[in-house]
């Protein structure tokens, strides 16, 4: 085990999850998403099952998704309770996504037959279902028992791959899996005709906003040919992880807006019918990305409209005198060797 995995384990040793009802998921919520081109309502319900795997393990570096996970098994007839109340909110939405801050693939953290009455009680409902998983976890007998269910429903499986550079996922992501490892995942979701959403981490720990901008490009690059979905995430700070300790220490500072943006538009010059989203999560705060005070909520909103309608135009006439910032630490934090991070709020 590397250094990093060591501390991200070491930093879970002592955690205990809040007390929480194993029969009521975490969240559920009405959205925007796009289906078929559409803007549509999407339903979205995140599951709190016992967590993601690779966090018992040791877990990435900048995720908290255990925090909401109830860090023990949860009987299979809890989450169907989970399911059920959700359920009792739903309105009709054509689109669903279900999260479970870890695999939905995974067996040990849903059983295959949870799984299956899952998708059965979605797939009547609604017209397209989207879920995550971990590559190991994608395989052709799981993709098989799914499509046998969700026959001529869409089907979306996203993968966090974060970044194409496999010195970064290990050494400053600690995600445990090689770009190979996505490929080979992606080539079995294309075989069962599945559709591909990959998740970009913009501004992985330890990269400079220079240097994270050029990874987050670099990574559209490689797989423009492969997903049928972007959705960067910005890297925000969430509680007991690697990255939160590092924020604390001042040596890390979420991107700023103008780098999300400069992003996608060199990302959708690359791209052609790909799709791209980006979920500003903790957007505007100091643990999300952030410009300055009086313009994150203008860039923010053009970020989430860009999301919906794919035209760059939102993003015209965007301006703040915070630019200068912004554009003074991309060129001087090279000369810092990592002690500017923090250098603008
Ligand atoms: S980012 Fe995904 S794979 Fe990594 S610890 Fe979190 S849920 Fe698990
Ligand atoms: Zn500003």
């Not at 770009?179 to 913009?202: P, R, S």
């Not at 604390?248 to 959708?268: A, D, Q």
């Not at 705060?285 to 952030?290: E, P, T, Y």
Request: net charge positive; aromatic share 10%.
């Amino acid at each position: 085990m590397n250094e990093l995995a060591k501390f991200c384990k070491d930093l879970k040793k002592d955690f205990i999850p809040k007390t929480k009802d194993p029969a009521k998921p975490v969240r559920f919520w009405s959205e925007k998403d796009v289906l078929d081109g559409r803007i549509v309502d999407a339903f979205v319900i995140i599951f709190r099952t016992k967590g993601c795997s690779w966090a018992f393990k040791s877990g990435c570096s900048m995720c908290g998704y255990f925090n909401d996970s109830m860090w023990q098994d949860v009987s299979d007839d809890d989450l169907l309770k989970q399911l059920n109340l959700a359920m009792n909110s739903y309105s009709g939405q054509k689109f669903i996504k279900i999260f479970t801050s870890g695999s939905f693939l995974d067996n040990t953290e849903i059983k295959p037959k949870v799984r299956k009455e899952i998708l059965n009680k979605l797939t009547n409902l609604t017209e397209k279902i989207s879920v995550e998983s971990r590559p190991e976890y994608v395989t052709d007998k799981t993709l098989q028992e799914i499509k046998s269910i969700v026959d001529s429903n869409k089907f979306e499986i996203g993968i966090g791959l974060e970044t194409s550079n496999d010195f970064v996922r290990e050494k400053c992501l600690n995600k445990g899996f090689k770009f190979d490892d996505y490929k080979k995942a992606a080539n079995i979701i294309k075989k069962q005709e599945i559709e591909l959403k990959t998740y970009v981490l913009i501004k992985p720990p330890f990269l400079t906003e220079k240097e994270s901008i050029k990874d987050a490009i670099t990574t559209v690059e490689k797989i423009k040919n492969i997903t049928d979905c972007i959705s960067f995430n910005p890297t925000n700070v969430q509680r007991n992880t690697f990255v939160n300790y590092l924020w604390n220490r001042r040596k890390f500072r979420p991107p700023w807006l103008f780098s999300i943006i400069e992003i996608i538009k060199e990302s959708k010059k690359i791209l052609k019918d790909v799709r791209i989203k980006c979920d500003t999560v903790g957007g505007g705060s100091i643990r999300g990305a952030h410009n300055c005070k009086l313009c994150d909520r203008k860039f923010l909103d053009a970020i989430a409209e860009f999301s919906l309608s794919q035209n760059l135009n939102v993003f015209k006439g965007l301006d703040c005198e915070c630019k200068e910032k912004w554009l003074d630490q991309l060129e001087i934090e090279d000369l810092g060797f990592g002690s500017l991070n923090n250098m603008y709020g």
